[in-house]
């Protein structure tokens, strides 16, 4: 746990709880992505999820679940992450931490290996893409190129894709999905070190006016991720229907919430 993070405390609602999993791999799929495979009895269940779907990864500091007799246990402090790919069949469920220095999630990354424990909640949300969709700008960084690769995944065929992708370095370009051809802009923030969020703030600007209808998938930092509404909503015009919006981290905030939809 974070210096300065305290354990949550019990849920006042009832809700289900997190279900063990181990890690089955580790694979470094670039110098700053980890991808984790975790498999179990706890995945049993675990719902084929939507795209941009999230889940809650729990780490508990001890034996999880407590020994019997200890009553009103806190909940294990928790971080959430997109549910990138669920085989049920093999019982695998695909998780990318993008590793971003120093943070609870990020350093367990770093250092996962088989057999590490792990408890999962979730998943829940996730993007309705709508019917009939003909184009779409994804506008994400290094936290959602996950969620984006399983947009791409669900588009209808013939769908137009704009993904401008923002990340620390080149070394981080990858496939956005190793089943879709899908050729992203991407937006290395180094060596000339930009702000998180600037870069992708800049290309949306930049960009020539999108056909009628064309829906807007923008998640990233939750300050990139505001002024980009703002400028498409009133300087491009697009209407709030077409915006699809959501905050996945913000400087300085440990565990930052799922439910920044960037609507105040
Ligand atoms: C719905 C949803 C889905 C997400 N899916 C993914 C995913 O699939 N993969 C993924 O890697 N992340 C994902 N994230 C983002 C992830 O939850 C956050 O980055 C989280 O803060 C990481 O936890 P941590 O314990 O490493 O850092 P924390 O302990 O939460 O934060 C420690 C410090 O690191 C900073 N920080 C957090 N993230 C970043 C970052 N990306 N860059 C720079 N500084 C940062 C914080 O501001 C804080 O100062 C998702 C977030 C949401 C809301």
């Known amino acids: ?25 580790v694979e470094r799929v670039t110098p700053g992505v980890v991808r ?20 809650k990864l729990f780490f508990p ?8 007799g200890v009553e009103n246990a806190p909940r294990p402090p928790s971080r959430t992450y997109t549910p990138r790919r669920f085989d049920a069949a093999r019982s695998l469920l695909e998780v990318e931490f993008a ?36 184009n779409i700008v994804i506008v994400v960084d290094d936290t959602a190129l996950p969620a984006a690769g399983m947009i791409v995944e669900a588009l209808p065929a013939g769908c137009g894709v704009v993904a401008l992708c923002e990340i620390e370095n080149a070394a981080e370009e990858r496939p956005l999905s190793p089943n879709v051809n899908c050729s992203p802009r991407w937006l290395p923030r180094m060596p000339a070190g930009a ?20 829906q807007w998938w923008i ?26 919006t959501r905050g996945y981290w913000k400087p300085g905030d440990l565990n930052y919430p799922d439910h920044d939809y960037g609507n105040d």
């Open 1 to 25: 746990m974070s210096m300065n993070e305290v354990a949550a405390p019990p849920p006042k609602k009832k809700r289900p709880p997190p279900k063990p999993v181990a890690v089955a791999s």
């Open 99 to 134: 590793l971003h220095g120093a943070g609870l999630a990020s350093d367990w990354a770093a250092r996962a290996k088989p057999g590490d424990s792990m408890l999962v909640a979730g998943p829940g949300g996730g993007y309705s893409i709508p019917e009939g969709v003909t």
């Open 61 to 68: 500091p001890g034996p999880w679940p407590p020994p019997e």
């Open 36 to 55: 984790v495979a975790f498999t179990g009895e706890g995945l049993a269940g675990f719902a084929q999820a939507k795209p941009g779907a999230h889940m």
């Open 195 to 214: 702000r998180a969020g600037s870069l992708l703030e800049a290309a949306v600007a930049d960009l020539p006016a999108q056909p009628e209808g064309t």
């Open 219 to 244: 998640v990233c930092e939750a300050g990139a991720m505001r002024r980009i509404r703002d400028f498409l909503a009133t300087q491009r015009g697009v209407e709030r229907a077409c915006l699809h």
